[in-house]
């Protein structure tokens, strides 16, 4: 059943018919944004459970919401903010726009044309807000603790991933940005010295990525290592926190990365992280108390340190304790929303 917003005062478009980590951060922090203000989601595919409008209720926002001089349209994509340019500037519906960005790198002509139609835009790093040609407000993303959290004793891990021993995870899409091949290298240097570990590589390559993934898993084959470096492919949103849970490390090996939410992920499930150094991540991993940094693309920097805290159980059990007290102190899910509705409360102030 649909939780229909009759009257919203915030409108975040999603296009977006699959899934990805721009939907997937929209689809958490929305109902957070909502304790607090009418916020719906419009998209072709949203959830029940997100308060939402439909596209045919569209007509509707031509007029002010009861108590705000105007609506706030908030893209995250190109499409969606050419939407808001359409509606606002020749359909004249009572609206400001803001985008927030993720990339960190150069924008296109186009991207800069449409950011630049924007009356807010939102970062989500330092990082990104130094790739735009304007100012912008840091909202970094949150990640809600309650359903990310470290197994309980004694909790089953999901059916299709070995019952016992030490897992090594790396979760996304699968395809060279993100980093897999280097994973799947330092992994196939770093098992088998350790018969008690495996490797997990949650996800999928979407079409074009499927050799991609065809090569990797030649490449495990041909090491000896297809029973140990496991590729169950994706999972719901749901159901991935379980597979965190089962983890005794988490590798985020991107190349280059807008912000990437894996990693905090793991660490509020209690898990260190070996990052790349991109995106937001040297923001979010303490080298040495909860995980550990490298280069990119850098097989052997991943390898030595993804073997140095599997060889330290107690260093290892203490940086999982303390990425878990990171992400509840500065991570917060409701950090995020208030930062996002703060921004909103400034539009409507200045009218």
């Given at each position: 059943m649909r939780t229909l917003v009759p009257d919203p005062q915030v409108i975040a478009p999603n296009f977006k018919r699959r899934l990805s980590g721009v939907t997937t951060t929209l689809?958490?922090?929305?109902?957070?944004?909502?304790?607090?203000?009418?916020?719906?989601?419009?998209?072709?595919?949203?959830?029940?459970?997100?308060?939402?409008?439909?596209?045919?209720?569209?007509?509707?926002?031509?007029?002010?919401?009861?108590?705000?001089?105007?609506?706030?349209?908030?893209?995250?994509?190109?499409?969606?903010?050419?939407?808001?340019?359409v509606l606002r500037d020749l359909l004249r519906f009572p609206m400001k726009l803001v985008f927030t960005s993720a990339s960190q790198r150069k924008h296109t002509g186009w991207s800069?044309?449409?950011?630049?139609?924007?009356?807010?835009?939102?970062?989500?790093?330092?990082?990104?807000?130094a790739y735009l040609q304007r100012s912008s407000t840091v909202v970094m993303h949150g990640i809600d603790t309650g359903v990310f959290r470290p197994a309980f004793d004694g909790e089953a891990r999901p059916a299709d991933l070995p019952p016992s021993g030490r897992l090594v995870g790396c979760f996304g899409r699968i395809r060279r940005q993100k980093?897999?091949?280097?994973?799947?290298?330092?992994?196939?240097?770093?098992?088998?010295?350790?018969?008690?570990?495996?490797?997990?590589?949650?996800?999928?390559?979407t079409g074009e990525h499927q050799g991609f993934l065809d090569a990797l898993k030649a490449r495990v084959a041909?090491?000896?290592?297809?029973?140990?470096?496991?590729?169950?492919?994706?999972?719901?949103?749901?159901?991935?926190?379980?597979?965190?849970?089962?983890?005794?490390?988490?590798?985020?090996p991107q190349r280059w990365e807008g912000f990437g939410v894996t990693p905090l992920e793991a660490m509020a499930s209690g898990a260190p992280v070996v990052a790349t150094t991109v995106g937001a991540f040297p923001k979010l991993v303490i080298e040495g108390e909860t995980g550990s940094l490298i280069p990119p693309g850098d097989v052997e920097a991943m390898a030595?340190?993804?073997?140095?805290?599997?060889?330290?159980?107690?260093g290892r059990t203490a940086a999982g304790e303390a990425?878990?007290?990171?992400?509840?102190?500065?991570?917060?899910?409701?950090?995020?929303?208030?930062g996002l509705n703060a921004v909103y409360r400034r539009l409507w102030d200045q009218a």
């Open positions: 689809f958490r922090v929305a109902p957070v944004q909502a304790r607090s203000l009418r916020l719906a989601v419009l998209g072709p595919v949203v959830p029940g459970e997100i308060p939402q409008i439909r596209f045919r209720d569209l007509p509707r926002l031509a007029r002010r919401p009861a108590d705000r001089p105007f609506r706030i349209w908030h893209a995250r994509r190109n499409v969606e903010m050419l939407a808001g340019v800069r044309f449409l950011i630049g139609r924007m009356d807010a835009v939102v970062s989500v790093s330092e990082f990104t807000a980093g897999t091949d280097v994973f799947i290298d330092a992994m196939i240097r770093v098992l088998p010295d350790r018969p008690d570990v495996k490797a997990v590589v949650l996800g999928r390559a041909a090491a000896g290592l297809s029973d140990r470096i496991l590729f169950p492919g994706e999972v719901g949103p749901l159901e991935t926190p379980a597979y965190y849970r089962a983890l005794s490390l988490y590798v985020a030595a340190a993804v073997a140095r805290w599997l060889d330290d159980e107690a990425a878990r007290r990171r992400v509840e102190a500065h991570f917060s899910l409701e950090a995020e929303a208030e």
